[in-house]
């Protein structure tokens, strides 16, 4: 019997996360190829996921004695916690430096990074506008190493380059849709993303949806169940076949089907509101500088900017998502409905 692949996953209890530890809890294979430990900073819930079938590590992502070596001792690391934290990247990167030179083998490290990195930071989509495809490496290696998230990016971009492990750094885009399956019955997980919520708080507290600028600016969507279906196609293939997973800079996964403009999505949050009681008049109304920073602080600009990408890359892996921008839209009222009756509105 083949030994069981051993696979470290950060952020058991996150949204991306949990949805793709439920993709593996569906495997009928589960408990005999594959051995899946779980960073899990609650000491309360560790033991939940160990009777689920998975082995937990109490801690956070910079504990070093504890991330070094749960790392090391892996085949894949899946880092599903903070695509912004620079201690979270070194210290993976050290435990796989450890795992090459204990084993003589390349661990592979999958990094969740998030389409944030393409944000043009401009109040409306002009011809000039440049959309980024994760097949074209020269194109990605245009970005500032200023852009949001990047500078992590680059940490492992430029380790990865010494040859002691694989890189494939993957970046979602808006991730919509209530997360389901055992880890979000039980509450072990979040089921929600974040910027849908966000901006349908507000839009509660206000009774009225909302946009930054005219909403005018685009952003790409990918629903979190065909998230999670990519990271299990990407797995299996750092298994199967892992000389033939690109890696480094042709290892940039981005992940989208479609897209959305803000506009469309507060109008859709509008129209939810007022189904729901929760409001008068559904036209969106553009948020003032006072409430961008009350609802939304630092994030403010970021949600006023176009984001444009393609996943080609992650398509030509046979990755085949099918919800649409229809369905985001067409799934607003239910979420907020959820949010209102779990008291998370
Ligand atoms: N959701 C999206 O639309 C989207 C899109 C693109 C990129 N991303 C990126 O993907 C990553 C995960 O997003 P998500 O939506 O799944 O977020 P989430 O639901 O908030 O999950 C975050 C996870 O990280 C864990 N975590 C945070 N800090 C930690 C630490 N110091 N040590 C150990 N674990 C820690 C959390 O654990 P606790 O339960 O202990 O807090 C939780 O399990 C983030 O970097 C996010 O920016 C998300």
């Not at 930071?121 to 245009?142: F, G, H, R, W």
């Not at 885009?173 to 039980?186: I, K, R």
């Not at 946009?211 to 685009?218: A, C, L, R, Y």
């Amino acid at each position: 019997m083949a030994p069981r692949t051993k696979i470290l996953l950060t952020g058991a209890t996150g949204y991306i996360g949990g949805s793709i530890l439920n993709r593996f809890l569906a495997r009928p294979d589960f408990q005999s190829s594959f051995d899946i430990r779980v960073l899990v900073r609650s000491p309360e819930k560790a033991p939940k996921f160990d009777a689920l079938g998975f082995k937990s590590i109490v801690g956070s992502h910079t504990d070093e004695e504890v991330m070094i070596q749960a790392v090391s001792e892996v085949d894949i690391v899946v880092g599903v916690t903070d695509c912004d934290s620079i201690p979270a990247a070194e210290l993976t990167i050290k435990g796989l430096k450890k795992h090459f030179e204990e084993t003589g083998k390349q661990a592979f490290f999958i990094q969740t990074s998030g389409a944030g990195v393409y944000l043009q930071l401009t109040d409306k989509m002009s011809e000039t506008d440049v959309i980024y495809d994760d097949a074209n490496p020269d194109q990605i290696e245009t970005l500032a190493p200023t852009q949001p998230h990047r500078n992590v990016d680059l940490k492992i971009l430029d380790a990865e380059k010494e040859g002691f492990f694989k890189s494939c750094i993957v970046l979602p885009t808006l991730v919509y849709g209530v997360a389901t399956g055992p880890l979000f019955d039980s509450g072990l997980s979040n089921s929600h993303s974040l910027l849908i919520p966000l901006i349908s708080r507000a839009a509660l507290e206000r009774r009225r949806a909302g946009m930054i600028g005219q909403g005018k600016n685009v952003c790409p969507i990918v629903e979190i169940h065909e998230v999670a279906d990519f990271y299990i196609i990407l797995i299996e293939k750092c298994i199967k076949s892992p000389d033939a997973v690109p890696h480094g800079r042709e290892g940039i996964y981005n992940l989208e089907n479609g897209n959305c403009t803000y506009y469309d999505l507060a109008e859709a949050i509008g129209k939810a509101l007022v189904a729901l009681g929760r409001g008068d008049n559904s036209t969106p109304l553009t948020f003032t500088p006072e409430e961008e920073k009350k609802y939304f602080g630092a994030y403010a600009p970021l949600f006023g900017a176009d984001c444009r990408c393609i996943a080609t890359r992650a398509r030509s892996f046979g990755w085949d998502p099918k919800m649409t921008t229809a369905d985001l839209l067409g799934g607003v009222q239910k979420e907020i409905e959820i949010l209102i009756k779990t008291g998370k509105a």
